[in-house]
């Protein structure tokens, strides 16, 4: 079976959720399979930004079609995807974008989340419009297989599309624990503190600076906390953070926050197992790739105890209320100040991340994609 991915959100320059499951997915993908043959396409005006495969069952084919162009002939079927890359039986999308397929060309996505249709309040109107040009039902309904990142994700796709549980195939993510691991050597540890400027103890928020990520109510939450502890924010800004630099400026520990702004994957690990938590107060998620980072770096997390995050990570994380400042400041405190419980959820996070297996992950995905022959 020829099998086309497309790897467009990669073309971005920059690693967040989605490029990390789509890069880590297709690599195992590719060096498991050995009957299928694989087409890798992306739509970029600059060099290839993905790095090299170097697989013999798979190519790379680049388009350089501006991208507004490319979207509007996708959506009003001007331009298939077959003539811009050659046939294919099947489509797998690792996150939803525009297209156009030919009728008989199978379809298979990963939907990591549904936010933009649970919370709408968190996007701004550029990320509205390009969620409803996407036509979220009619994708699902076009699809042959949907891999859904947890079974919270596949309660939202039933609860608000309607689609088919038989159509749904739950395949959590997975970690790479070679790269996050908590005995980093002492001297990269170092390098990485100076390179950030990053203050001798901390608790961590790590992703994207945008509304539903809930950093206000961190912020909030760290002005109420007893410890003596600096406050690290990491992450690029996304949309909606005005109000959220502003929260920052009128905090009372404002000399005790440090963002640092967006940080390579290399670098994460360091940064992760310097901290002293991290605190993950997000509203809404379908899965949570930083708490699980976390736990194989042997650092304790506070996550909000909504949406997917309970189902994940169940006792390995202390679990809080989002919308309450008091409760995640108490949690934040009862993290920093009892050794025996940070060390016992350490313990138990440890044990939680090895269900999260890149390659088994690539095993359910290809006999996910091979069953639709």
Known sequence: MNIAIDLRSLSRGYISGVENYTLNLLDHLLAMDKKNHYILFYNAWHENVM????????????TSIPNKILNLGLKFKLLSLEKLIGPFDCLFMPNLNQFNISPNAKLALTVHDLSPIVTPEFYDLKRKLWHKFLNYKGAFARANIIFAVSEYTKTDLVRLFQVEEKKIKVVYPGIDQKHFKSDINPIKLREIRNVYGLPGNYILFLNTIEPRKNLVNLIKAFDLISNDINLV???????????IFKQVQKSRKFSKIKYIGYIEEADKPAIIAMSKALVYPSFYEGFGFQPLEAAACGVPAIVSQVSALPEILGDSALLVNPHDVNRLAAGIDAILSNEALSKKLVEKAKEK?????????????LAGL????
Request: hydrophobic share 30%; glycine share 8%; aromatic share 16%.
């Open 51 to 62: 790095g090299d495969f170097h697989y013999i069952n798979s190519k790379v084919k680049k």
């Open 370 to 373: 091979n069953n639709l022959t």
């Open 233 to 243: 924010i990491a992450g690029k800004p996304g949309w909606k953070y005005k109000s």
């Open 353 to 365: 991340v090895k269900q999260f297996n890149w390659q088994n992950t690539a095993e359910k995905i």
